[in-house]
């Protein structure tokens, strides 16, 4: 009998498969020890372990090639195993807590903003769909022509400014854009206390020459470098945070509700006019487009001025023009980090007479020569020429509008949950 076990054991039957031969008997495996075919290495002193040697040492002589050895392990994953980690195939009740995943499973990406403007819900939601976001809402001054709406239609919280970094711990990711003087570098502290991926939501591309701005310089450049990912507006934001030290640079791009701002709407033919849609700040350069219309010298044109108009509204508005004017300036503090208008009014197949200092324009949307016109920004000549042109030539007008409504439809809440989607991959808390 004892013949026909090696003979057995010779010929592979057991191969180390648990309950082959009855020797060792079952159960024999060590704690998360389990190994391919089966169970443990035999044990030491084991008579087939010293055949097995023997067998090796002959083939050796031979000049039989060696099988290669797979590397051991670095002490401290055998350290680890000891202490209890998870290891595939030893799954237990009480191992859910060490599960890769159940983090991302139970906890949001914790999204810290001022408020959310209605322009941004359907982004918001594309988001939360895509990888479970909870806003962090600490309120602030608006730089949106529309006020907050009360229910951005995903989960959120609101705290003081001070408090943003308090709920990081709650969260898989902290994701804080640069509203605020004392929230972002609450939200980065706090994100790095609790250990978790911190991601910018960045709009500059330029530096603030204010005093608060300049002061926070180094925070702010320190706080790209060492961010987990940066998330960006567009190619322009990407290329300034690129040169603040920024490493994983990631693009969200602006979108609206296209399907919303291209409905069709039927109004009666009009003169020519022009349209501004925003607030009368100096920054928004209505002052430079009044000067420049009243030197255009257009008879029978019209110019109008929009401003807390409902969504409904503004669309009606969009409709009844035949360009829309963004001739933002750069001040101290602020340099048009987009325009989301220029993405309304494509929808309506309304060509854009931008600045070269809107963000929309450097940052690829708008396109001189094929869906709008780029201007200087704060010259009112360069700005009257354009506004001529396109009075005089409504096959021009035409032309351009359609490639606007074509282009705008590559911008879609999807495509920016896709962005912010990528960076949170990248940071391992997808």
Same mark, same amino acid.
């Not at 030893?90 to 990406?109: E, F, H, N, Q």
């Not at 044109?301 to 409904?312: K, M, N, S, Y």
């Given at each position: 009998m004892r013949g026909h076990g090696a003979a057995e054991h010779r010929r592979g039957v057991r191969r180390r498969l648990h309950r082959g031969d009855g020797r060792p008997p079952a159960g024999d495996r060590l704690p998360r020890r389990a190994r391919p075919r089966g169970d443990r290495a035999l044990r030491r002193g084991h008579p087939a372990r010293a055949s097995r040697r023997r067998r090796a040492a002959r083939g050796r002589a031979r000049g039989d090639p060696v099988r290669a050895r797979l590397p051991r392990r670095p002490w401290r994953a055998r350290a680890a195993d000891r202490q209890g980690a998870l290891h595939l195939?030893?799954?237990?009740?009480?191992?859910? /807590? %060490?599960? /890769?995943?159940?983090?991302?499973?139970?906890? *949001? $990406?914790?999204? #810290?903003?001022?408020?959310?403007?209605p322009d941004r819900v359907g982004a918001f939601q594309a988001l939360h769909e895509r990888v479970g976001i909870e806003l962090v809402l600490f309120g602030g001054r608006s730089h949106h022509a529309t006020g907050a709406v009360e229910d951005p239609g995903v989960p959120f919280r609101t705290v003081a400014e001070r408090d943003v970094g308090k709920p990081a711990a709650d969260g898989r990711a902290v994701v804080c854009g640069t509203a605020g003087r004392r929230a972002l570098p609450a939200a980065y502290l706090a994100a790095r206390r609790a250990k978790v991926p911190f991601i910018l939501w960045s709009a500059l591309w330029h530096e603030p020459r204010t005093p608060a701005h300049v002061a926070a310089r180094p925070l702010l450049r320190h706080i790209h470098r060492r961010a987990d990912a940066v998330v960006t507006y567009g190619p322009h934001v990407s290329a300034h945070a690129r040169r603040l030290g920024a490493r994983r640079v990631f693009e969200a791009p602006q979108a609206v509700d296209n399907a919303f701002w291209s409905e069709s709407q039927d109004l009666d033919s009009h003169a020519f006019t022009a349209l501004f849609a925003g607030r009368?700040?100096?920054?928004?350069?209505?002052? #430079?487009?009044? %000067?420049?219309?009243? @030197?255009?010298?257009?008879?029978?044109? @019209?110019? %109008? $001025?929009?401003? &807390?108009?409902? *969504?409904?509204?503004?669309?009606?508005?969009?409709?009844? &023009?035949?360009?829309? $004017? $963004?001739?933002?300036? /750069?001040? %101290?503090?602020? /340099?048009?980090?987009?325009?989301?208008?220029?993405?309304?009014?494509?929808? @309506?197949?309304?060509?854009?007479?931008?600045?070269?200092?809107?963000?929309a324009a450097a940052g690829g949307l708008v396109r001189h020569e094929r869906n709008g016109l780029i201007t200087r920004a704060g010259d009112p000549d360069d700005l009257a020429r354009a506004l001529r042109r396109l009075h005089d030539d409504p096959a021009l007008r035409a032309r351009l509008g359609e490639a606007g409504r074509r282009d705008v439809a590559a911008y879609t809440y999807d495509s920016y949950a896709a962005g912010f989607a990528e960076a949170l991959l990248a940071c391992g808390a997808a």
């Open positions: 195939g030893g799954v237990r009740p009480r191992d859910g /807590r %060490r599960l /890769r995943g159940r983090t991302a499973l139970t906890k *949001p $990406v914790l999204f #810290v903003t001022n408020y959310v403007a009368a700040a100096p920054e928004k350069g209505l002052d #430079v487009l009044r %000067r420049a219309w009243a @030197q255009a010298d257009l008879p029978g044109a @019209q110019l %109008r $001025v929009a401003e &807390g108009l409902t *969504p409904d509204e503004l669309r009606n508005f969009y409709a009844s &023009g035949d360009v829309l $004017v $963004v001739p933002s300036l /750069r001040t %101290r503090a602020f /340099r048009e980090p987009w325009g989301l208008v220029c993405n309304e009014a494509m929808n @309506q197949a309304i060509p854009i007479i931008a600045s070269d200092e809107t963000g």
